[in-house]
């Protein structure tokens, strides 16, 4: 099977919880699975955002938002009730919610701001689990997609506490596959490519951090080279991951140019 957002049933009746919903991989991800058939409930760090990520859906598919930073357990709590008052519960997590953290040589970063881009990369992944797992688990059956980054699967530097956060991720999926297993349930990691929205976006303006510079310089160079993706192939694969077609794969860090049909084949 092969799947692709314009699908109007490739993800049907499922339930999806979608943390950093209002960002542009968010809304990205969010249009592609309520086209595929999915209902909806979409995070947010702020009321301001709760609007914008909703923007353009439809209410068929149901579309429920919340706001849930992914650092407070009592919201992402209240996101999973609604859900589950709503919907009967959550089919799939997708955690999306990301930042990028500080920029510059890993000895001279700012400790907070440091440890803030692991609080919410790595903790706020975590947390969302802690929230939607014990659910998932009463049913026997879910999974849990994780962005990840090729900058957590090799290295970024200049982008440390970014690429360490993705990394962690990339092992915090692993050990929850094994975990998870006799549950069930399957997860992943999932790179969706250098797109030109969030991280990869192009600064708006002049940015007066030479770090930041640097970095920015490095982006716009693979911009350049044709390295960026768009988003319809990027979120290819993640609708296979969430319909439950890769299962088999529970546990593995996965991107956007994977052959997931031969993969899934190499399991049988």
């Known amino acids: 099977m092969s799947l692709s957002p314009a699908d109007p049933t490739a993800l049907a009746g499922l339930r999806i919880m979608l943390t950093g919903a209002a960002g542009g991989l968010g809304r990205a991800i969010a249009g592609a699975a309520h086209a ?42 209240a996101a999973v009730k609604l859900a589950t008052d709503r919907l009967g519960g959550v089919d799939v997590l997708i955690n999306n919610a990301g930042i990028p953290g500080p920029a510059g040589p890993a000895w001279e970063s700012d400790p907070a701001e440091w440890q803030r881009v692991m609080d919410v990369n790595l903790g706020g992944a975590l947390a969302a689990c802690r929230a939607v797992l014990p659910g998932m688990i009463e049913r026997g059956r879910g999974r849990v997609i994780t962005i990840s980054s090729h900058a957590g699967h090799t ?3 200049y982008v440390s506490g970014y690429s360490v956060s993705k990394a962690a991720v990339n092992k915090l999926t692993e050990n929850l596959a094994i975990e998870l297993l006799p549950h069930g349930i399957a997860a992943f990691s999932y790179h969706p490519g250098l797109l030109d929205t969030g991280i990869g976006a192009a600064p708006a303006g002049e940015v007066g951090d030479p770090w930041q510079r640097r970095v920015d310089s490095w982006l716009a160079a693979q911009r350049r ?4 993706t768009t988003l319809p192939v990027a979120l290819t694969n993640l609708l296979r991951l969430a319909s439950g077609e890769a299962d088999a794969l529970t546990g593995r860090y996965l991107t956007y140019e994977d052959d997931l049909t031969a993969l899934i084949a190499a399991t049988a």
Do not use: F, I, K, N
Request: net charge negative.
């Open 225 to 228: 080279a044709g390295r960026y």
């Open 155 to 157: 290295r970024w530097p």
């Open 36 to 77: 595929a058939g999915a209902h909806l409930v979409l995070t947010t760090r702020t009321a301001d955002s709760q609007a914008r990520a909703a923007e353009g859906l439809d209410q068929v598919p149901e579309v429920l938002t919340a706001v849930a930073d992914v650092t407070d357990a009592a919201e992402l709590a």
